[in-house]
């Protein structure tokens, strides 16, 4: 077995045989990573690049070593295959606590992101994340799953319509976490997750290159899930609805089509004008799903458009509220928890820009110089209560990349589950 590689942590550059400003030196069995004015970024820099060179044993050994940099070493150190060890060293009781809390949900977000489409489908992601939060929770948490057929008949339209061209059923999971296990106990929030595991475009297909990575296009609802059992890991002790939205968008004789028309429980009827935009349909039934359960606060988050991505690149995931104070809740949070996130705009009139002249809207705009991202949020705008009061929307650009770089590997990061857990225990406090 190969021996165990020993890092420790330098303010002092380099030697300069290793080169200007070098980032690792090495001495034996011992791996120096030399910080800079951004030490956690420099840490899972240098955690990527050992995993990349083939060291897959790591014990992380010396002074300097606290929860946030022992878990940035973590990150970079991950890889979809292949098997780690990582050895963290001489802990505090509460750090060791905290630090397992994450690194459980994080491994569950990025494990079952990156798994394949054969084994992740509608079904079998709802259990997984069941069996997550019971794990976690035992008899606090109950569940109703409504699949196929059922989901036409209880009105849940837009998960019924995208995943019907599929053999596999589509399924709604609601999970309620109520710890004081008091049936009339309020629902103090509600997160929803778009669920679709896997994402042809429907009949308007995506080439083979955009299709590739289309088994991640469940990171919502993967990241909401992470970020109650990250929560949950923490203490939380507010009663939690988790809505995830499943299915498969396929081509068959059965898939929905260009075209159809679909009438939500709301009353709002919806235009079909591009059956790749199914992420917004399926997230209606959810958020109104949410919205009936009476939580005064409501996060979606899914993987939601390429315009998110254009405009925010791999690095921040996006932010839109029509609140104002949740919008700049959201941005707290994630700063509070080291991620990225950035605030892209929301008015009430960019719901305008999604006309139709056979419906109440349709499922895309189609002028010129509207925001994709922006118009895609608009849309779920129209399916939560109060004039979005209280409801936050994620549009994960930060959440999976097709190519790792010097930061993450390829697949999923779970670059999102800590902002939902924070933002979970501040509504909830």
């Known amino acids: 077995m190969a021996e165990m590689m020993n890092v420790v942590l330098s303010t002092q550059g380099a030697a300069p045989h290793w080169g200007e400003n070098a980032l690792l030196s090495f001495n034996g069995d011992e791996a ?5 004015q951004e030490p956690l970024r420099a840490i899972q ?12 044993r790591v014990r992380l050994a010396g002074e300097g ?5 022992r878990f940035a070493f973590a990150q970079g150190f991950y890889a979809a295959k292949g098997e780690r060890t990582l050895t963290f060293g001489e802990q505090s009781p509460q750090d060791a606590k905290a630090l397992d809390g994450l690194l459980k949900a994080s491994a569950w977000v990025r494990d079952v992101t990156n798994a394949c489409p054969e084994e992740i489908y509608p079904m079998s992601l709802a259990e997984s994340a069941l069996l997550l939060i019971r794990g976690l929770a035992g008899d606090k948490v109950s569940a109703r799953i409504t699949s196929g057929e059922a989901l036409k008949e209880a009105g849940h339209i837009g998960i019924w319509s995208v995943g019907r061209g599929s053999e596999r059923e589509p399924v709604l999971l609601e999970l309620d976490y109520n710890p004081s296990g008091n049936p009339d106990a309020p629902v103090a929030a509600a997160l929803v997750g778009k669920g679709i595991t896997f994402d042809s475009g429907g009949y308007s297909m995506k080439s083979s290159d955009g299709m590739l990575p289309m088994k991640s296009d469940m990171g919502g609802a993967a990241m909401v ?8 890991a923490r203490g939380l002790d507010k009663r939690v609805k988790l809505i995830l939205c499943c299915a498969e968008n396929l081509v068959s004789g059965h898939a929905f089509k260009l075209g159809d028309i679909l009438t939500y429980r709301n009353g709002i009827s919806v235009e079909i004008q591009n059956t790749d ?3 917004r349909l399926v997230l209606a039934d959810g958020l109104l799903t949410a919205s009936e359960s009476g939580a005064p606060y409501i996060l979606d988050a899914a993987t939601l458009t390429g315009a998110a991505k254009m405009a925010l690149g791999r690095d921040y995931n996006a932010l839109f509220a029509l609140d104002e104070a949740e919008q700049a809740r959201g941005l707290a949070a994630a700063k509070a928890e080291n991620e990225k996130a950035w605030v892209l705009p929301l008015e009430t009139w960019h719901q305008g820009q999604l006309g139709s002249s056979f419906a109440d809207m349709s499922n895309v705009a189609t002028a010129e110089g509207t925001a994709g991202a922006t118009t895609a949020a608009a849309f779920l705008s129209r399916f939560v209560r109060d004039e979005g ?6 549009d994960l650009a930060g959440a999976y990349q097709k190519a790792g770089n010097e930061l993450w590997a390829t697949g999923a990061k779970g670059h999102g589950l800590r902002t939902i ?7 909830t406090a």
């Open 45 to 56: 820099r240098a955690a990527r690049r050992l995993e990349s060179s083939g060291i897959k």
């Open 65 to 69: 070593w606290d929860l946030e940099r």
């Open 277 to 279: 935009a199914e992420g």
């Open 225 to 232: 899930t992470g970020g109650l059992a990250l929560a949950i």
């Open 421 to 427: 857990a924070r933002w979970l225990e501040e509504v």
């Open 32 to 36: 120096r990573v030399h910080l800079d």
């Open 389 to 394: 009061r209280g409801w936050l929307h994620m």
